[in-house]
């Protein structure tokens, strides 16, 4: 039961702590284990008292949590279901072989059995037992200590090995076996970085069984098993382990695809496979010809269709592309179209016609809904309809898929970060950055997520990071000059500015910013050189008005910040340079239009407005 592997979870060495101070012999250990077991059994399915049985639980596997899980055991056979987002997944196994059922993949898999050996090499049927070990196998105890394991204060007993019938494990290796400090159970067995936990023993119809089982690897992430219920009461049904027509169906093609395998390749299949490996290699039109010569020995081979289609979309053949793809769907059988409809949504995406790659998608998601590809796409497709719930959706479903995927963290966190979850974002970055995801714009992405949040040294570092990875972005020097300038850096913003105006003279908004920068520190002539700078060369852009009104007012020029703030909402109406320009015509003692001005900006919402209405304008 290779695949069923669910007596026997790993535990990484992380979880380990120091050891302390040691407290018991191993003699006394093992006596006092020997003692604490003997009146119960455990788990052994070759016992006829345990040779079937059910157990029911959750399981949760990385982000994917409280998934049910049934596993049922019938003398050497097992079969577990778990249900995931409205699919089954079911895994069967006898003495010879077992096949799974996974939503996530096409059909059905086979695999034979080779032998009921977990990954530290003991009988996966069975509880591991110390005493034969011991006194049969002649393992040879060596020392005890107390140790911690996660939070937990355990005892560690480590033995010297010794090659036996009883399991399949070398002679001279050091093994470490974990007791609980009160109830002396074994909680545990460890060897060279892989560990098998299992915790909170219950007592049914006298048999000593956990109801916790926990693996945690640098592979495949945390992995947990909660057990609710033992059942060794239910008569089970010797049908659940046989293999339905469906299955058997799948299981000749599976031997005949196997059978192939071994045999000499057609020469299509010489073409088809040179011509893949070229399109790995991103040599599009080399893989073109391939697929060229191939189809000119069969032209109804959907699958060469197919492919050609992707090097043509990959080599900016679009349309043609399309028409392999369409040609494909002609030729092919309903298994291969959420392929084809995936395909074609694609380069529906590269040509712009959203709605037409959404179609695609959705149809290729009604037939595979566990498909991270697709998912992937239609999560990314989203961000062009500013979708950005629907970016959440599709992106939280193929990190469900697979959740090593870095882009899918990325990807989510830029989703995220758009609807305002700006700290569930910030965490998506993370992961992503964990997951490998180290791209300049990533880096940049998350730096303004940083700033959102008000973390801006932290959001500073990321730029920079962004910087070094990709140094011809002006868009990274400008939000770096933004980051120093809300920490008051002002001198360090004008240098970034400066940066910016040498690669390009032509930025109005670069001029418009550092004038702001140079009127905060109080150089004024440099300030105003800047922003007329900038107006000339954008006029329309009412905010450039508004930033040498500003100015304007500050050298107490308020007949000029008037005839800016004029400019500005001539181009744009806004309550708050409304009221500016009310103020401003306070200090200039005309007091009627400024009544004028206070009076639109409260009427447009500004709460200043309302208060300078009450205190300017008193009837």
Request: glycine share 6%; proline share 1%; charged share 30%.
């Amino acid at each position: 039961m290779k695949n069923l592997s669910l007596l026997a979870l790993m535990l990484f060495l992380g979880l380990t702590q120091p050891a302390l101070a040691q407290e018991i012999s191993t003699k006394k250990l093992i006596n006092n284990h020997f003692k604490a077991i003997e009146k119960y059994k455990t788990l052994d399915i070759e016992d006829e008292s345990m040779e079937q049985f059910i157990m029911r639980g959750t399981m949760a596997v990385g982000e994917i949590k409280n998934i049910p899980l049934t596993i049922t055991y019938w003398k050497s056979h097992a079969r577990m279901e778990m249900e995931f987002m409205g699919a089954k997944m079911i895994q069967v196994s006898n003495d010879s072989i077992s096949w799974t059922k996974d939503p996530f993949a096409k059909g059905y898999t086979f695999e034979k059995e080779d032998g009921d050996v977990d990954a530290l090499g003991f009988d996966e049927t069975k509880a591991y037992d110390l005493k034969e070990l011991i006194e049969l196998a002649g393992w040879e105890p060596l020392e005890v200590k107390e140790t911690v394991l996660d939070s937990l204060e355990v005892y560690e007993l480590m033995i010297k090995t010794k090659a036996s019938d009883l399991n399949d494990i070398e002679s001279d290796l050091t093994y470490s076996f974990y007791f609980e400090k009160d109830t002396y159970f074994m909680i545990g067995v460890s060897h060279d970085d892989v560990y098998s936990l299992s915790l909170n023993y219950d007592v049914i119809d006298n048999i000593l069984l956990p109801t916790v089982y926990l693996s945690i690897s640098e592979e495949d992430g945390v992995m947990r098993m909660d057990i609710s219920e033992y059942d060794f009461e239910t008569s089970i049904d010797a049908a659940l382990f046989e293999m339905t027509q469906e299955v058997r169906e799948a299981y000749s093609a599976h031997l005949q695809a196997e059978k192939s395998k071994t045999s000499e390749p057609s020469p299509i299949q010489v073409l088809f496979e040179e011509g893949v490996s070229l399109l790995g290699e991103k040599k599009y039109d080399d893989a073109i010809k391939k697929f060229n010569k191939a189809l000119e020995i069969n032209a109804n081979d959907n699958i060469v269709l197919n492919r050609r289609g992707l090097a043509k979309l990959y080599s900016g053949d679009t349309y043609g592309a399309i028409a392999d793809f369409g040609r494909a769907m002609e030729l092919a059988d309903s298994t291969e179209y959420p392929t084809l409809y995936n395909n074609l949504g694609l380069a529906k995406y590269y040509l712009g016609d959203y709605k037409g790659a959404r179609a695609d998608y959705e149809k290729a998601l009604e037939a595979d809904s566990f498909n991270i590809n697709y998912n992937q796409n239609m999560g990314l497709l989203m961000f062009r309809f500013d979708d950005y719930e629907g970016v959440d959706k599709y992106y939280s479903r193929a990190i469900a898929i697979d959740s090593t995927v870095g882009k899918s963290y990325y990807h989510r966190a830029i989703g995220r970060a758009e609807l305002g979850k700006y700290e569930e974002a910030y965490a998506d970055y993370v992961k992503a950055g964990e997951l490998g995801v180290d791209l300049a714009e990533y880096h940049n992405y998350k730096a303004v997520t940083l700033y959102r949040l008000e973390r801006y040294s932290e959001a500073g570092e990321a730029v920079q990071a962004a910087i070094e990875r990709d140094s011809t972005n002006n868009q990274y020097y400008y939000n770096l000059a933004e980051i120093y300038e809300v920490n008051e850096e002002y001198n360090k913003a004008v240098d970034q500015y400066n940066h910016l105006l040498r690669r390009d003279s032509t930025l109005h908004r670069v001029y418009a910013a550092r004038a702001l920068a140079y009127w905060e520190l109080s150089l004024m002539k440099a300030a105003r050189a800047d922003i007329d700078k900038a107006i000339s060369m954008s006029p329309e852009s009412a905010v450039y008005y508004d930033y040498r009104a500003y100015i304007k007012e500050e050298a107490g020029d308020y007949t000029g910040a008037i005839e800016d703030y004029t400019s500005s909402l001539n181009l744009e109406q806004d309550a708050n340079i409304y009221y500016r320009r009310g103020l401003a015509k306070i200090n200039i003692s005309n007091k009627f239009d400024a009544c004028t001005d206070f009076k639109k900006a409260a009427e447009l919402g500004n709460e200043d407005g309302k208060q300078a209405l009450s205190e300017h304008c008193k009837l």
